[in-house]
């Protein structure tokens, strides 16, 4: 597993042009791929084996290497062993909780990802997901317009480039697979929850590329008919008993994920609306406009749509697996640095998954075993590849970190008997 980590990481490593940094960086994907149980500064560099964080906080915030070359590296090692002409781009954004005020991009805002408005960042990824894996291609930390790039003195203290603009989230999808096109990512479908499904500019560029796409759309979505414009689930009404068909979306955690699925003409031939109906509760509707250059079977569709849970399943991967949410930097470009790192992290689990899931299969009834998972992945390398334990190293972080949470509190006593003079 150490030599496989080696093999993903001289893939980047000219993207660090100092022997130092280079070192630093892969040490830092060892950490992330680790049993530590925090990956943060402090813990990586002590994991590294060095005896201050200053080096690994630097790798974050102030060391020259091109963090967007390792970005297209990463995507050009998965498609080596990902990549199918039909695999499926998905695109969604979670959440990153995190306290204060001065991380780039953070603010109070509503995360799918805890269900609620609280104090986070957002990050948007673009996904792949073809019949050998899944992973992430791409990344873009969100801005928000008013508390942030109306904000130039607040983006200037997180470093912010001067010509990074407000994007929405959807534009910021948009830029991503635009960079998958020019770089020939092979790819047939694009997918996305509601939140990028009802944006009409995305779904025109889509269309204007002639690239298939199932997106979910809300319920009140304005469906152009023969008829006029109807909303989405006015149109599920209408639909026949016989107008259903009960198909599996693909296989979950506990089987096959099976559906009533009906299919709806709109007033164009390439564009038509699909409806999900949950077999326990019938009046659970989903919905999803699908555009189609060509004509395709509804089974396709189907398997389209359930594509679009993969991108969940690789961020409970990434933050379980290789510390996606347990960065503590706040600079923009640290954030973008440390999230990179940590996908080339989670490539290496996805590649080295789809190499075992190659291999042959015993025959039927022979084995007890379940396919590798990325859990076990990790595990196995955690536990194989951990340093060699020093009591003088371990002693000598406990007192650094001692010292260090002993000035913090001295300065935080200061600062408190100013505010009350």
Request: proline share 5%.
């Amino acid at each position: 597993m150490q030599a496989g980590l080696d093999d993903a990481f001289a893939l980047v490593a000219d993207r660090f042009k100092r022997p130092e940094v280079r070192q630093r960086a892969r040490a830092c994907l060892g950490g992330l791929l680790s049993g530590l149980e925090r990956k943060n500064g402090w813990s990586l560099a002590e994991y590294a084996g060095e005896a201050t964080p200053d080096g690994m906080q630097r790798l974050f915030n102030a060391a020259k290497w091109d963090v967007d070359g390792v970005r297209d590296d990463i995507r050009t090692y998965l498609m080596r062993y990902l990549g199918e002409p039909d695999g499926v781009l998905v695109g969604d954004d979670t959440g990153f909780a995190k306290q204060g005020t001065r991380s780039a991009g953070m603010q109070r805002q509503y995360t799918g990802t805890l269900g609620k408005v609280t104090n986070c960042q957002i990050g948007v990824f673009l996904g792949y997901a073809s019949s050998r894996g899944r992973a992430v291609l791409d990344r873009e930390l969100y801005l928000p317009r008013d508390s942030w790039i109306a904000r130039p003195d607040r983006c200037a203290s997180a470093h912010v480039p001067e010509q990074v603009g407000f994007a929405t989230k959807p534009q910021l999808l948009q830029a991503m697979i635009g960079r998958a096109l020019a770089a020939g990512v092979p790819f047939g479908w694009v997918t996305a929850d509601e939140a990028y499904g009802d944006n009409g500019p995305l779904r025109r560029y889509l269309e204007d590329q002639q690239i298939s796409y199932v997106f979910a759309v809300s319920r009140a979505h304005q469906i152009a008919t023969g008829v006029g414009k109807v909303r989405a689930d006015v149109m599920a009404v209408k639909v026949p008993k016989s107008g259903w068909q009960r198909l599996s979306c693909g296989p979950g955690a506990k089987g096959e994920r099976r559906y009533d699925w009906a299919l709806i003409a709109t007033d164009s031939p390439a564009r038509r609306l699909l409806i999900r109906r949950s077999l326990s509760n019938p009046r659970d509707l989903a919905f999803y406009l699908c555009h189609t250059p060509r004509p395709v079977p509804l089974q396709r569709l189907v398997e389209v749509a359930g594509a679009r849970w993969t991108i969940e399943e690789s961020f409970q991967t990434g933050k379980n697996e290789a510390a996606f949410d347990q960065y503590q930097v706040r600079l923009y470009t640290a954030w973008y640095r440390y999230i990179t790192l940590a996908m080339l992290a989670l490539a290496f689990l996805a590649v080295t998954r789809a190499v075992l899931s190659a291999a042959p299969v015993p025959p039927a009834g022979t084995s007890q075993l379940i396919e590798m998972s990325a859990n076990e992945i990790r595990r196995l390398f955690a536990l194989l590849t951990r340093p060699p334990i020093s009591r003088s190293h371990i002693l000598h972080w406990s007192r650094w970190r001692r010292r260090h949470q002993a000035r913090s509190r001295q300065s935080h006593y200061q600062r408190q008997h100013l505010k009350d003079r």
